[in-house]
């Protein structure tokens, strides 16, 4: 499973095998939202892309980073066999 903002759109295409989900426009917080709330069963692989448009707007590493290591404890123990 491929999740993150609008670059994905061009993945979808090349990765048929895999579950992409694109989010035009969204933010760390929201994607970690979405990552609790959905039922995307368990995929092997997780891969998240998100947080690159944030740095641009805040220029705040460490509070992006915060809430892209919250985003990834979330999907680990949200798919623990990723």
């Known amino acids: 499973m491929v999740v993150g ?9 090349e990765l048929a ?3 992409v989900e694109n989010f035009p426009g969204i933010k ?3 994607l970690h939202r979405i990552v ?3 039922d995307i069963g ?10 690159t448009y944030e740095l641009r707007t805040t220029r705040n590493l460490d509070f992006v980073m915060g809430g ?4 990834v404890v ?3 123990r ?3 066999k990723s």
């Open 74 to 76: 979330t999907a680990k």
């Open 78 to 80: 949200k798919f623990p």
């Open 17 to 19: 095998h895999m579950m």
């Open 36 to 38: 609790e709330k959905r």
């Open 42 to 51: 368990s995929p092997e692989t997780v891969i998240i892309h998100v947080g």
């Open 5 to 13: 903002y609008s670059v994905l759109r061009s993945v979808e295409e």
């Open 28 to 30: 760390t917080e929201q």
């Open 68 to 71: 892209v290591y919250a985003l």
